[in-house]
Every structure is written in structure tokens, then in C-alpha cells.
């Protein structure tokens, strides 16, 4: 069963830059599928961000896509979100996921990390 | 405001048979791209409860259905039960603007 956790800052301010990291175990990330973020607002619903394949190629969500960047260390079997010049609405539970293309559902998601972006 | 439309909230008394709609439009649902159906228990990351409009990962109990026609699906829950109580989002994938996984706005279930 494959296994993810998210990892990174807590909190960031205004107008810097969110990061975070996605540990995956139990399986190879140079092995294939889709390695996504999706966040979610508190109170509120779910948002895909991205994604990533294994050999690099990225898609990110076109209402996000100018600040957003994923990237993937194969050799630590992790991959990485950043998103630029936050504002309070960036706030939320960010979820690292393993998917496949355009209309595939997500089959295993990390537990979760909320990132509170405030001064 | 989500791409894809679910009700806000539905009820039902224990043993009792739910259902929780779906709407999209011709850039996703319509256009035939599957839906996929997610469970958000309180303070826990979703589980994959339907996949394919009408498949059921290893696991999931045969209680749980979807199905697809058109524009819109449907989750549907037979034989309701007090665990069953927590939030319902569907997925699938739209074209417009460059293409992207789209969810609705989540629907709670309470169970009486």
C-alpha cells in the first residue's frame, strides 16, 4: 500500500513563497503514475493544484498555473510544491496524492498539512 | 464557486436509501469524461469511494453505487448507517481553460 506524507512550514507570510514536501514510501516514484497536491480551504472544498509525472512532465490548475511549480527528487522519493506570493486565501490543508492523467480518479492520498499564511 | 454542482447538504434516517447529484457541463461530465466519487470523513484526508462513474475499489461496500448519464451522476447509498455521516465530493476533468481535475462543493450527509 503506498504510503504519503506531507512535510514543511506550518505557517508563511504574505507575499512569500509556500513550500512543501511529499515523502512517498512503499513504492518506486520513478515507477510510474501521476504525483499531484490538492488543498482544501477550511470549511470548504477540494482543489486540485497539480501534478507531476515521474519523467517531469507537469500540469498545473490554470487558475494557479502562474504561481505554482512542482518538482520531483527521484532520489530521495519525494516530490515538492511551491506557490508563490501567498495571500490569506492560500490557507489551508494541502494534500500530496498519487494519480494518472487527465480524468483518473486519486487513489491514495497523504494525511495532510495545513499551511496558515499570516504575518 | 465549483466547477461541478452537488446540494449543500442531504439527511436520512438509518437504513434508509440516499442520493446525491452531480452536475457538469459539455467541458466535462458531458464531454465523457468519468466521474469519481470521494468520502471525507471529519478531520481525515478523502478516501476513493467510486471510481469510473460505477466502480467500487476493494473495500468499499456494495451499499455504495454511482452511476452517469449526460451532464450529471449520481452517488447513491442504500441501507444507511450512523458511520456513513461526513462529506461526499465528486471529480472528474475539464477542458476548458487548459484542462484540469474538477471537484464540487461537497455535500455533507447526515444520518438521523
Known amino acids: 500500500q503506498v504510503q504519503l506524507q506531507e512535510s514543511g512550514p506550518g505557517m508563511t507570510k504574505p507575499s512569500e513563497t509556500l513550500s512543501l514536501t511529499c515523502t512517498v514510501s512503499r513504492y518506486n516514484i520513478n515507477s510510474g503514475y501521476f504525483w499531484a497536491w490538492v488543498r482544501q480551504p477550511p470549511g470548504k472544498g477540494l482543489e486540485w493544484i497539480g501534478s507531476i509525472y515521474h519523467s517531469g512532465g507537469t500540469y498545473y490548475n490554470p487558475s494557479l498555473k502562474n504561481r505554482v511549480s512542482i518538482s520531483i527528487d527521484a532520489s530521495k522519493n519525494q516530490f515538492s510544491l511551491n506557490l508563490t506570493s501567498v495571500t490569506a486565501a492560500d490557507t489551508a490543508v494541502y494534500y500530496c496524492?498519487?494519480?494518472?492523467?487527465?480524468?483518473?480518479?486519486?487513489?491514495?492520498w497523504g494525511q495532510g498539512a495545513l499551511v496558515t499564511v499570516s504575518s | 464557486q465549483s466547477v461541478l454542482t452537488q446540494p449543500p447538504s442531504v439527511s436520512g434516517a438509518p437504513g434508509q436509501r440516499v442520493t446525491i447529484s452531480c452536475t457538469g457541463t459539455?467541458?466535462?461530465?458531458?464531454?465523457?469524461?468519468?466521474v469519481h466519487w470521494y468520502q471525507q470523513l471529519p478531520r481525515t484526508a478523502p478516501k476513493l469511494l467510486i471510481h469510473?462513474?460505477?466502480n467500487r475499489p476493494s473495500g468499499v461496500p456494495d451499499r455504495f453505487s454511482g452511476s452517469k448519464s449526460g451532464t450529471s451522476a449520481s452517488l447513491a447509498i442504500t441501507g444507511l448507517q450512523a458511520e456513513d455521516e461526513a462529506d461526499y465530493y465528486c471529480?472528474?476533468?475539464?477542458?476548458?481553460?487548459?484542462?484540469?481535475?474538477?471537484f464540487g462543493g461537497g455535500t455533507k450527509l447526515t444520518v438521523l
Open positions: 459539455s467541458s466535462n461530465i458531458g464531454a465523457g469524461y468519468d
Open positions: 471529480q472528474s476533468y475539464d477542458t476548458s481553460l487548459g484542462g484540469a481535475k474538477v
Open positions: 469510473g462513474n460505477s
Open positions: 496524492a498519487r494519480t494518472l492523467v487527465a480524468g483518473s480518479p486519486i487513489e491514495y
